[in-house]
């Protein structure tokens, strides 16, 4: 197993920048595809931003592309989510999630088994 912990989110005004992490522990990370997912009150989870176990490929939700951006660093095995040009409605908990390299799959919420405790982002207007 592995075990995620996020961290970096806040309050911050329509426009800022916050960068979100995620520090794995456990299992070797290089063995896992990490992803971004947000649950806003009372909406379900939903994907932001995805990536490859290698770090060869990124995927983001139309929502946030342009505007964030997931990167990796392994030898600390921490991802990180860069979010700029922050809008209110982003305002969510933000989740780290993990899935085996080999999984093949889309980038719902089920399909990931690993989650971090989750971390809040308000952008306000």
């Known amino acids: 197993q592995v075990q995620l912990v996020e961290s970096g989110g806040g309050l911050v005004q329509a426009g800022g920048s916050l960068r979100l992490s995620c520090v794995a522990s456990?299992?070797?990370?290089?063995?896992?595809?990490m992803g971004w997912f947000r649950q806003a009150p009372g909406k379900e989870r939903e994907f932001v931003a995805a990536m490859t176990w290698s770090g060869g490929s990124t995927y983001y939700a139309d929502s946030v592309k342009g505007r964030f951006t997931f990167a990796k660093a392994n030898a600390q095995n921490t991802v990180y989510l860069q979010m700029n040009s922050l809008k209110p409605e982003d305002t969510a908990v933000y989740y780290c999630a993990a899935r085996s390299r080999f999984y093949t799959g889309d980038y719902y919420p089920r399909e990931y088994p690993y989650w971090g405790q989750g971390t809040q982002v308000t952008v306000s207007s």
């Open positions: 456990g299992r070797t990370f290089s063995n896992y595809d």
